[in-house]
T-cell receptor, first 115, second 112 residues
């Protein structure tokens, strides 16, 4: 079972470079989100999406763009990387439903270093 | 969004029970209480969830206070593999719970 797949797993960027972290899920989940986790810290929500064509900001959206053209994919774009964006990035998905206590499924993470 | 409060860290001996507390005094009637854990260098994984009644599964038990303002995750016999960060989060099922906020969690240390 693929679940939530993130690529790349590791990436080193120079300050000012741009890149896209890819996230794909094969569970037909409506909800997808991106979190970042700095060393020794908890998860912080960057952006989330409730369905194709619909995205919204989380706790720390500055410096990141997202789009959701299909149900399966939710890429995260860094337009001009900064050292403060050095972190581990996790993509997550869950299905929609009321009063169902839906489980969130996470990818394995993408380790990004900006030098 | 309702928030949760957890101790930064806890320590346990192997094969002893562990009780991880969580306070959520501003919980709403449609919030489910979820617990996730994050093993080193991995993404978080689901542990258990509940609304009002105590819940049991193969991984853990969840005890929910009668007023729902606090809950406790119970690991019945801690193993070294249970050393992880445990997150207590609230998911508003009335809105689908899509904007889920994680706190810092509780780092559990297990001693052999």
């Amino acid at each position: 079972n693929a679940g939530v797949t993130q690529t790349p797993k590791f990436q080193v960027l120079k300050t000012g470079q741009s890149m896209t972290l890819q996230c794909a899920q094969d569970m037909n989940h409506e909800y997808m989100s991106w979190y970042r986790q700095d060393p020794g810290m908890g998860l912080r929500l960057i952006h989330y999406s409730v369905g194709a064509g619909i995205t919204d900001q989380g706790e720390v959206p500055n410096g990141y763009n997202v789009s959701r053209s299909t149900t399966e994919d939710f890429p995260l774009r860094l337009l001009s990387a900064a050292p403060s964006q050095t972190s581990v990035y996790f993509c997550a998905s869950s299905r929609r439903g009321l009063y169902s206590g839906n489980t969130i499924y996470f990818g394995e993470g993408s380790w990004l270093t900006v030098v | 969004d309702a928030k949760t409060t957890q101790p930064n860290s806890m320590e346990s001996n192997e094969e002893e029970p562990v009780h991880l507390p969580c306070n959520h005094s501003t919980i709403s009637g449609t919030d489910y209480i979820h617990w996730y854990r994050q093993l080193p260098s991995q993404g978080p994984e689901y542990v258990i969830h509940g609304l009002t009644s105590n819940v049991n599964n193969r991984m853990a038990s969840l005890a929910i206070a009668e007023d729902r303002k606090s809950s406790t995750l119970i690991l019945h016999r801690a193993t070294l593999r249970d050393a992880a960060v445990y997150y207590c989060i609230l998911r508003d099922e009335n809105t689908g719970g899509f904007k889920t906020i994680f706190g810092a969690g509780t780092r559990l240390f297990v001693k052999a």
